[in-house]
């Protein structure tokens, strides 16, 4: 990409970079408010800025880096749109229905290194973070997409739970953060905004630092070590107890709710010895926890892994709950589509791989 997406500035650096280029403060304001209150698809739109100003944006930016590959639509509403990024990568973005408004589930890196035994993001390697203005294109993507249908609707919920670790490509996720809620823009409330981390104990520390009022999901999965290291490379480097470390440090930092997700696998974390010992992990601050068990989402017929019966999650929700913990079961949206998170682009990637003409990640 020889020039960046202006959506990867904060208002504050699109202030200070057009002032740097002899352009007038209230410059910022104006395109701004044609970037993401009007929804502009090309400079030239921006109809009250004047030439000379268009000018110096189209020499050093781009507007936009996204192509739309593949777009699946369920019988929920789920919406799941595979994007081709400007040097041939693809990623995936969601659109969710909720009675509480629409949620969108963003990337942040092509490919993920975590290497989580269970999800499809982890099928092909980190080839690249994404850019702070790659992040923020999803939404407005996704958000001229619904513009187009003309019915007034707007996202309002984030989740940064798709391709990749977010808190590995932490200081893009923050742009990307301030970005969609700064209130002259967008204006997504930042307590409509979760972050998930697959437990990267020290960017934890570093995210209760920046004092956002985002929320925080944290991919649990097990509640001991042998087994969650079993399904989970990262606890190699980050175990338990370093983890809790550092989600006691966020908890004394924010006083914020952490949401504990927990994919429930056939015969493998499923039992009421792990609900038991997932309670006792969270008794001290179950006041701020939450715990999301999740139904497992099969990636491919050669898994090893299968989802537990309905009857076993009950249990382990009830058992949760005997114990004061506050839980509840995510049941997936898109179920008849490419569901679980990176197995469209997986599909899309073994599917076009013989062909040699186009740039893919392998």
């Not at 932490?170 to 930042?190: E, H, S, T």
Request: aromatic share 8%.
């Amino acid at each position: 990409m020889s020039k960046p997406s202006i959506y990867g500035m904060t208002y504050e650096q699109l202030k200070d970079w057009l002032m740097d280029h002899g352009q007038k403060r209230f410059r910022a304001d104006q395109v701004w408010n044609w970037l993401y209150k009007k929804r502009i698809n090309h400079f030239s739109d921006m109809k009250n800025i004047n030439k000379e100003t268009i000018g110096l944006l189209d020499e050093h930016f781009v507007l936009g880096v996204l192509e739309e590959e593949v777009k699946q639509e369920s019988k929920d509403g789920t919406i799941k749109y595979l994007f081709r990024l400007t040097d041939g990568n693809l990623i995936e973005t969601v659109l969710m229905r909720f009675n509480y408004g629409l949620s969108v589930c963003v990337t942040t890196q092509v490919g993920c290194n975590i290497g989580c035994s269970f999800c499809a993001s982890g099928l092909l390697n980190k080839s690249r973070d994404l850019t702070s203005g790659e992040i923020v294109e999803q939404i407005m993507m996704v958000q001229k997409n619904l513009d187009l249908k003309g019915k007034d609707e707007r996202v309002s919920h984030i989740v940064v739970m798709g391709i990749g670790e977010p808190l590995d490509n932490f200081d893009n996720l923050m742009d990307f953060i301030y970005i969609v809620n700064d209130d002259r823009g967008l204006n997504i409330g930042a307590r409509h905004i979760t972050v998930s981390t697959s437990g990267l104990a020290h960017k934890i520390y570093k995210f209760a630092d920046t004092g956002v009022q985002v929320n925080l999901a944290v991919s649990i999965h097990a509640p001991n070590n042998e087994l969650r290291r079993s399904i989970m490379k990262i606890n190699k480097a980050f175990p338990i107890e370093k983890l809790m470390d550092a989600i006691h440090y966020y908890l004394q930092k924010t006083n914020r709710r952490i949401t504990y997700e927990y994919i429930m696998l056939k015969d493998v974390n499923d039992h009421q010895e792990e609900a038991i010992q997932l309670a006792e992990l969270l008794k001290d601050h179950r006041k701020l926890a939450y715990v999301n068990l999740i139904p497992y989402n099969t990636v491919d017929e050669h898994s090893q892994y299968q989802r537990s019966d309905s009857a076993t999650i009950q249990a382990f929700f009830e058992t949760l709950k005997e114990q004061g913990i506050n839980c509840g079961v995510r049941w997936e949206n898109g179920a008849d589509i490419d569901a679980a998170c990176g197995q469209l682009r997986s599909k899309q990637i073994k599917k076009m791989k013989p062909n040699r003409s186009r740039s893919l990640s392998k």
